[in-house]
């Protein structure tokens, strides 16, 4: 059996992980434009829409392919 998840608990989640990438780079006394260098963008539009809550996945793939050593 699979779950269906709704369009609010899908937005619910990405508003979330939205929070959590702007708190853990504010922690970690990242500007938005370290951390878009740090995955390899030029400017910081990347991380400011993930934080935003839009551009989520594309913040999340490149992330992901970044560091996928650990």
């Known amino acids: ?3 269906q998840f709704n369009k609010n ?3 619910d989640f990405y508003k ?3 929070k959590n990438v702007s708190r853990i780079r504010k922690e970690k006394g990242l500007s938005q434009l ?3 260098l740090e995955i390899g963008y030029k400017s910081c ?3 400011g829409g993930a934080e935003a809550g ?3 996945y594309i913040l999340i793939l490149n992330i992901f ?3 996928q050593r650990f």
Do not use: G, N, R
């Open 34 to 36: 370290d951390l878009s």
């Open 9 to 11: 608990e899908i937005d």
């Open 65 to 67: 392919i970044k560091f």
């Open 16 to 18: 979330k992980i939205a």
């Open 1 to 3: 059996m699979t779950y």
């Open 45 to 47: 539009s990347l991380v």
């Open 54 to 56: 839009y551009k989520i």
